[in-house]
T-cell receptor
Framework: AQKITQTQPGMFVQEKEAVTLDCTYD???????LFWYKQPSSGEMIFLIY??????QNATEGRYSLNFQKARKSANLVISASQLGDSAMYFC???????????FGSGTKLNVKP | DAGVIQSPRHEVTEMGQEVTLRCKPI?????LFWYRQTMMRGLELLIY????????DSGMPEDRFSAKMPNASFSTLKIQPSEPRDSAVYFC???????????????FGDGTRLSIL
């Protein structure tokens, strides 16, 4: 089974609007971390936000927030007030603490329209 | 602080040649990961090391690929002989070992764009 599933290959959003990128995960490890990375067209992988499996509150970093629903095993990324510079590929990833192995999803390509 | 450093940034070579990709992880990071990224297959984990020891190489596509980490500050990924289907962007990433607070992301290098003609 896929460890990380991102079901939206591509998405469009109007500038200044909010957008949600979906991510579901699969693990039997009680301790894990969830990450989102941004990959712009220049190719580098940029870490955006982290959520731990024991965190009670949803993580936020500036315009990024993570909608963590543990029972549903989902960790959706919410970008508020989209900007043109947010156009990029976004990857959801999970780290299982037992082996420190990271799993990445297939990514969602976000296009922000002016 | 310096990030993960990969070299070369670009490599173009002919089929059958040996290719060596290099990576210097962030100082103090215990884990090092090699990934391959293509349009068709996305981001694939090839191998990762803990304290210079390979932990999981199940992602290495075939015997033509090998990776080493002779010390904490250097790793290589070698392809011999190279084939056109090996063309991809190869990323190296490192992360610290902190089981108490796992909020340590992987830090990626800028990648090596490899083209095999």
């Amino acid at each position: 089974a896929q460890k990380i599933t991102q079901t939206q290959p591509g998405m469009f959003v109007q500038e200044k609007e909010a957008v949600t990128l979906d991510c579901t995960y699969d693990t039997s490890d009680p301790s894990y971390g969830l990450f989102w990375y941004k990959q712009p067209s220049s190719g580098e992988m940029i870490f955006l936000i982290y959520q731990g499996s024991y965190d009670q509150q949803n993580a936020t970093e500036g315009r990024y927030s993570l909608n963590f629903q543990k029972a549903r095993k989902s960790a959706n990324l919410v970008i508020s007030a989209s900007q043109l510079g947010d156009s990029a590929m976004y990857f959801c990833a999970m780290r299982e603490f037992d082996f420190n192995k990271f799993y990445f999803g297939s990514g969602t390509k976000l296009n922000v329209k002016p | 602080d310096a990030g993960v450093i990969q070299s070369p940034r670009h490599e173009v070579t002919e089929m059958g040649q040996e290719v060596t990709l290099r990576c210097k992880p962030i100082s103090g990071h215990d884990y090092l990961f090699w990934y391959r990224q293509t349009m068709m297959r996305g981001l694939e984990l090839l191998i990762y090391f803990n304290n210079n020891v390979p932990i999981d190489d199940s992602g290495m596509p075939e015997d033509r690929f090998s990776a080493k980490m002779p010390n904490a500050s250097f790793s290589t990924l070698k392809i011999q002989p190279s084939e056109p289907r090996d063309s991809a962007v190869y990323f190296c990433a490192s992360s610290p070992n902190d089981r108490r607070s796992g909020n340590q992301p992987q830090h990626f290098g800028d990648g090596t764009r490899l083209s095999i003609l």
